[in-house]
């Protein structure tokens, strides 16, 4: 199944990466990051 694939193509890819240094990942861009602010529009701070 695709769900099947998906979840081994990501367990591979965990186990390439397991190892990397802070110093690596600091390279990374991850593109399904959302944004957030601890301040409502008004300044208040939420």
Not at 33 to 45: A, I
């Amino acid at each position: 199944t695709r769900k099947g694939r998906q979840r081994r193509a990501r367990l591979c890819w965990a186990r390439e990466h397991v190892s990397w240094t802070r110093q690596q990942w600091t390279s990374v861009f991850f593109t399904d990051e959302s944004g957030f602010t601890l301040e409502s529009d008004s300044g208040r701070l939420l």
